[in-house]
């Protein structure tokens, strides 16, 4: 029972680089989210989608763009890297029944560093 | 619009009770509770809704006051294996599309 996968796990990237994180949920969940988690900072939303083919921006969308092309797949992307996105990335999955009264199915989290 | 948890961080001794709180200056829907240990992924441990309903969770329990948009979280007679950092999550409506919004967390560290 995999639930929540996120792909890659480790990356570094140089300024300027792009990249995308990979979320795939196989619990037929209709929400997605995109958190990104900073010291002293706690967990911020950065977009997160309420259905396949929707997406909408959260506490700090800039510099990221996401897609939700398939259900069980929601990507983060980065255009053009900054060492301000040096963070954990955590991704997560809720069902449309519980979005509001239930929980959140959080990923183990993607670590990427750009120098 | 992020919600403030205090303290940031308490130390405490087995047994020792202790009380995270979480304020929000906008009007709440509900507030979620989460607790993430070193290295891992934030596991949730209870939610509240408007109404100033008290959840339990173990010798965990949590309270719900919408006249002041706080909640507070009580932790009974700690364990070892409560230590971690807990996050309070708000959500500010019934039609946000579940945007939760976490505060900065609070960490907890649980002494023999």
């Known amino acids: 029972n995999a639930g929540v996968t996120q792909t890659p796990k480790f990356r570094v990237l140089k300024t300027g680089q792009s990249m995308t994180l990979l979320c795939a949920q196989d619990m037929n969940h209709e929400y997605m989210y995109w958190y990104r988690q900073d010291p002293g900072m706690g967990l911020r939303l950065i977009h997160y989608?309420?259905?396949?083919?929707?997406?909408a921006k959260g506490e700090v969308p800039d510099g990221y763009n996401v897609s939700r092309l398939k259900k069980q797949n929601f990507l983060l992307g980065l255009e053009s890297a900054a060492p301000s996105q040096t963070s954990v990335y955590f991704c997560a999955s809720s069902s449309r029944s519980t979005v509001n009264t239930g929980e959140l199915f959080f990923g183990e989290g993607s670590r990427l560093t750009v120098l | 619009q992020q919600p403030v948890q205090s303290p940031q961080a308490v130390i405490l001794r087995e047994g020792e009770d202790a009380v995270i709180n979480c304020s929000s200056s906008k009007a709440l829907y509900s507030v979620h509770w989460y607790r993430q240990k070193h290295g891992e992924a934030p596991v949730f441990l209870m939610i509240?809704?408007?109404?100033?309903e008290q959840k339990g969770h173990e010798k965990i329990s949590a309270s719900f006051n919408e006249k002041k948009q706080q909640s507070s979280l009580y932790l009974t007679a700690s364990q070892l294996s409560y230590s971690g950092t807990y996050f309070c999550g708000a959500l500010l409506s019934y039609n946000q599309g579940g945007k939760l919004i976490f505060g900065q967390g609070t960490e907890l560290s649980v002494k023999p």
């Open positions: 989608s309420v259905g396949e083919g929707t997406t």
């Open positions: 509240l809704l408007k109404g100033g």
